[in-house]
């Protein structure tokens, strides 16, 4: 029977630490999830609640894997699982069949999905509650490696406010394309290919390109996340803007709730920027 036990707490153990490492991965995604499901009421609020789970999952799996205060970290653990099983099954009653971010954009799973998977993890979860633990340990390292913990996803992480350092995100291009973030006007649009905004937005500046407003010169970042490529993109939207391709933490340090964002960089420096949708104040700004 220990055998049994020290294999299912080495299991669960092993499923909170994978759980935090995808979210770590790509720590953006997971602040704009959870906005977007409505649990923090900004981004900013997100990306705080994002480096609290990250530190508290890896707290519950090193601890359980260190046996330190065992039977309280089973419990707490299966408080969590309840927690996250609960609002699983709000998403599924509101017909939400999106990536859930349990296992961050690593493993994209629907709330349905996941739901069974915590199912799993409960029932492993309750398994090990009934055992006696004679072993377990109780070392003061456990109170001080949660503060610990966070204070390093702070550090690993910082959480990211609207910068001045956006222009050092952007990726550099060939010299003989001529672009040069610090030289000159453009507006820098953040793209995600299979987004349909996205695509909606760069059919609004192609049209108004074509209708004779002087925008500045328009360069893309784009993010692949499905199968949309950049000539399926461009025969979508009639665009053919310069480009690079952004990573995912690129990306979602770039953008605010949600994409598309629309920079106008000038001399290096960001004079305005737009969210999502643009609307007359981004028409009126180069119409004049």
């Given at each position: 029977m220990a055998y049994m036990r020290n294999f299912l707490q080495f299991f669960l153990a092993a499923t909170f630490l994978f759980s935090a490492y995808t979210k770590a991965i790509a720590p953006g995604f997971f602040e704009v999830l959870l906005e977007q499901q409505g649990l923090v009421p900004n981004r900013?609020?997100?990306a705080w609640a994002t480096r609290a789970i990250i530190a508290f999952e890896l707290w519950l799996g090193i601890s359980m894997l260190l046996s330190f205060y065992i039977r309280l970290i089973l419990r707490l653990s299966f408080v969590l699982l309840i927690a996250f099983s609960a609002h699983l099954i709000y998403l599924i009653a509101i017909g939400d069949t999106g990536n859930c971010g349990c296992f961050?954009?690593?493993i994209s799973m629907t709330?349905?999905?996941?739901?069974?998977?915590?199912?799993?993890?409960?029932?492993i979860n309750g398994i090990l509650l009934f055992f006696h633990y004679k072993d377990q340990r109780k070392s003061w390292i456990t109170w001080v490696?949660?503060?610990?913990?966070?204070a390093t996803a702070v550090f690993v992480w910082p959480i990211q406010t609207e910068s001045d350092e956006v222009v050092e995100k952007f990726p550099i291009f060939k010299a003989e394309t001529g672009i040069d973030f610090n030289r000159g006007s453009y507006l820098v649009a953040i793209l995600n290919l299979s987004c349909e905004h996205c695509q909606e937005a760069a059919e609004q500046i192609v049209r108004w390109q074509n209708s004779g407003i002087a925008l500045p010169q328009v360069v893309a970042l784009y993010f692949a996340e499905g199968d949309t490529t950049v000539a399926d993109f461009d025969n979508i939207t009639g665009s053919n803007f310069p480009y690079q391709m952004i990573t995912v933490n690129t990306f979602f340090d770039l953008i605010g709730s949600a994409p598309p964002r629309v920079y106008w960089i000038v001399d290096g420096q960001v004079k305005q920027f737009w969210d999502e949708t643009l609307g007359e104040d981004f028409l009126t700004t180069f119409a004049l």
């Amino acid at each position: 029977m220990a055998y049994m036990r020290n294999f299912l707490q080495f299991f669960l153990a092993a499923t909170f630490l994978f759980s935090a490492y995808t979210k770590a991965i790509a720590p953006g995604f997971f602040e704009v999830l959870l906005e977007q499901q409505g649990l923090v009421p900004n981004r900013l609020y997100g990306a705080w609640a994002t480096r609290a789970i990250i530190a508290f999952e890896l707290w519950l799996g090193i601890s359980m894997l260190l046996s330190f205060y065992i039977r309280l970290i089973l419990r707490l653990s299966f408080v969590l699982l309840i927690a996250f099983s609960a609002h699983l099954i709000y998403l599924i009653a509101i017909g939400d069949t999106g990536n859930c971010g349990c296992f961050g954009e690593m493993i994209s799973m629907t709330p349905l999905a996941s739901l069974a998977k915590n199912a799993v993890l409960l029932v492993i979860n309750g398994i090990l509650l009934f055992f006696h633990y004679k072993d377990q340990r109780k070392s003061w390292i456990t109170w001080v490696l949660l503060p610990a913990l966070f204070a390093t996803a702070v550090f690993v992480w910082p959480i990211q406010t609207e910068s001045d350092e956006v222009v050092e995100k952007f990726p550099i291009f060939k010299a003989e394309t001529g672009i040069d973030f610090n030289r000159g006007s453009y507006l820098v649009a953040i793209l995600n290919l299979s987004c349909e905004h996205c695509q909606e937005a760069a059919e609004q500046i192609v049209r108004w390109q074509n209708s004779g407003i002087a925008l500045p010169q328009v360069v893309a970042l784009y993010f692949a996340e499905g199968d949309t490529t950049v000539a399926d993109f461009d025969n979508i939207t009639g665009s053919n803007f310069p480009y690079q391709m952004i990573t995912v933490n690129t990306f979602f340090d770039l953008i605010g709730s949600a994409p598309p964002r629309v920079y106008w960089i000038v001399d290096g420096q960001v004079k305005q920027f737009w969210d999502e949708t643009l609307g007359e104040d981004f028409l009126t700004t180069f119409a004049l």
